[in-house]
């Protein structure tokens, strides 16, 4: 399974963007899809994590502000991410689970500027 994220840059606080990630490959059943990030110096945690069943799941710094979404059709996933901090700013990383087996994207880089 390749993922294949899209969508981050630089943007100012208070501002938005909307990431994409597109899974390919052997795609079974999408136990779950979703995202997180890790800032410098800090370890990786939850941004927003859809799991099967239609559950979703959001990092509490991010409640209210960002919404996941995905389009099975095209086995996507998207974050919307709204009213943007600095404190955002991090490597976002897109992540696939299916059958046991995790699967991460590349990254993209959100910064926020304040």
């Known amino acids: 399974v390749q993922l294949v994220e899209s969508g981050g840059g630089l943007v100012q606080a208070g501002g938005s963007l909307r990431l994409s990630c597109v899974a390919s490959?052997?795609?079974?059943?999408?136990?779950?899809m979703g995202w997180y990030r890790q800032a410098p110096g800090k370890q990786r945690e939850l941004v927003a994590l859809?799991?099967?069943?239609?559950?979703?799941n959001y990092g509490d710094s991010v409640k209210g502000r960002f919404t996941i979404s995905r389009d099975n059709g095209k086995n996507t996933v998207f974050l919307q991410m709204n009213s943007l901090k600095p404190e955002d700013t991090a490597v976002y990383y897109c992540?696939?689970?299916?059958?046991?087996?995790?699967?991460w994207g590349q990254g993209t880089q959100v910064t926020v500027s304040s």
């Open positions: 992540y696939y689970r299916q059958l046991g087996s995790a699967y």
């Open positions: 859809n799991t099967i069943g239609d559950n979703t």
């Open positions: 490959g052997s795609i079974y059943v999408i136990n779950a």
